[in-house]
């Protein structure tokens, strides 16, 4: 598939009457991320962890829009514990399932927006990408980009929310993330305003 503008997205997702699907990944390690918090005046808050540990949560996640239907967020969550042989993230046939999940939940054609990531370009996916082209069309974000992803918008709220969370282990992160995720899922005003903010607008 041939990179294209946002604009084409929209109007092959106007003409085919599909959903703008918008991808984009993410992780947390054991280290927690930085975010406000309440404190007396004139004392930072501390929160103490037990040390940087192992392991790592992956996170891919879709958001979802179409005008004059719910906006949807789709995602998958993968665990990886430094463990021999045992996967660091998703590879293609991971993403190859989210899409097939979208195509299936969504119940329509798809036009897929999302970045240049190795994974995204290898050969399966795209031999995939040409056998579903009946429903599924692609497109490549410019490099470096983010602002132009809804999606980021979502993983912004998913690390505000877990902020300073001094994990006692990693099924404590997946646990908080999933929790994070299924709220942002049921309240599609969210999903809306993560588009809102990139600054592209819907064609209805």
């Not at 984009?24 to 406000?36: E, F, V």
């Not at 993403?95 to 036009?111: C, E, F, K, N, S």
């Not at 995939?128 to 809804?150: E, G, K």
Request: with cysteine; aromatic share 8%.
């Amino acid at each position: 598939m041939e990179a294209g503008g946002l604009a084409a997205g929209k109007s092959t997702a106007a003409v085919n009457n599909a959903w703008v699907v918008f991808e984009d990944a993410a992780g947390q390690s054991m280290t927690p991320p930085r975010a406000r918090t309440w404190g007396r005046q004139g004392i930072t808050p501390v929160v103490r962890v037990r040390g940087r540990g192992s392991g790592r949560v992956s996170m891919a996640g879709m958001t979802c829009y179409k005008p004059g239907e719910r906006s949807r967020l789709i995602y998958a969550i993968r665990e990886y514990r430094g463990r021999k042989d045992e996967p660091k993230g998703f590879d293609w046939k991971d993403y190859r399932d989210l899409i097939v999940r979208a195509h299936t939940q969504l119940g329509g054609p798809v036009v897929l927006v999302w970045d240049n990531l190795r994974m995204h370009l290898v050969s399966p996916l795209r031999e995939f990408f040409v056998a579903n082209i009946a429903w599924l069309t692609v497109f490549q974000l410019p490099t470096y980009a983010p602002d132009l992803n809804p999606q980021e918008g979502v993983w912004s709220l998913v690390k505000r929310d877990i902020g300073n969370l001094a994990a006692a282990d990693l099924s404590q992160i997946t646990r908080a993330v999933k929790r994070r995720l299924k709220r942002i899922q049921y309240r599609p005003d969210l999903v809306d305003g993560c588009l809102t903010a990139t600054g592209l607008i819907p064609e209805g």
